[in-house]
């Protein structure tokens, strides 16, 4: 079956530190990933995405992410984190041109200033 | 672009009424649009997948009757759910899908609506 794991629940961190957020998915055949936050209080807004081509992609607010195939992973990473980056994180994955969007659990990031 | 809202952002309710959410796409045409349920401090679970002029496909688990989905245009769907009870009570998403250039499809989040059963 398809499905994305996200293995972190909550993530706590000091301003400054480095962030990385572990996302693996179980599909078969070509997939187009994605990760999504949720502020508090807002809705899901688009962080990054990758369809093909490099694996390492950037994103929004100094965000990058990874894609692995080898290891079914597209892991989520941002090299110093602020407070304003306190948010739900949530990765997503769906098969190559199908609608079929699946979500991780989502990992709880909170940012001590 | 790819904009896509939702009304009512709030709404509460007695428990057996009827409650209708709208999802439009505000600047794209979407031929597929998707309802999802999410509780607090947890995941969006896909609830059905609806495509303009066509019955809408439900997840496993998710009552067809109870949550009545038409997407009559290709800017707008609507959630209906029937007789509502405090279990339903959640924060419902809806996103929309663009297809790019390259074929490859998009979902743009709307931003949710909350329902209270009381």
């Known amino acids: 079956a398809q499905s994305v794991s996200q293995h972190n629940h909550h993530v706590i961190l000091s301003e400054a530190a480095s962030l990385e957020l572990g996302c693996n998915y179980s599909y078969g055949g070509t997939v187009n990933l994605f990760w999504y936050v949720q502020y508090p209080g807002q809705h899901l807004q688009l962080l990054l995405k990758y369809f093909s081509g490099d694996p390492l992609v950037k994103g929004i607010k100094g965000f990058e992410a990874e894609f692995i195939k080898s290891k079914f992973s597209f892991n989520l990473r941002k090299p110093s984190v602020q407070w304003s980056d306190t948010a739900e994180y949530f990765c997503a994955a769906a098969p190559y041109n199908n609608n079929d969007m699946r979500f991780g659990a989502g990992t709880r990031l909170t940012v001590k200033p | 672009g790819a904009v896509v809202s939702q009304h009512p952002s709030w709404v509460i309710c007695k428990s057996g009424t009827s409650v209708k959410i709208e999802c439009r796409s505000l600047?794209?045409?979407?031929?597929?649009m998707f309802w999802y349920r999410q509780f607090p401090k947890q995941s969006l679970m896909l609830m059905a997948t609806s495509n303009e002029g066509s019955k809408a496909t439900y997840e496993q688990g998710v009552e067809k009757d109870k949550f009545l989905i038409n997407h009559a245009s290709l800017t707008l769907s609507t959630l209906t759910v029937t007789s509502a009870h405090p279990e339903d009570s959640s924060f419902y998403i809806c996103?929309?899908?663009?297809?790019?250039?390259?074929?490859?499809?998009?979902?743009?989040f709307g931003p949710g609506t909350r329902l209270t059963v009381l």
């Open positions: 600047d794209f045409q979407a031929t597929t």
């Open positions: 996103s929309a899908s663009s297809h790019g250039t390259s074929g490859i499809v998009t979902q743009y």
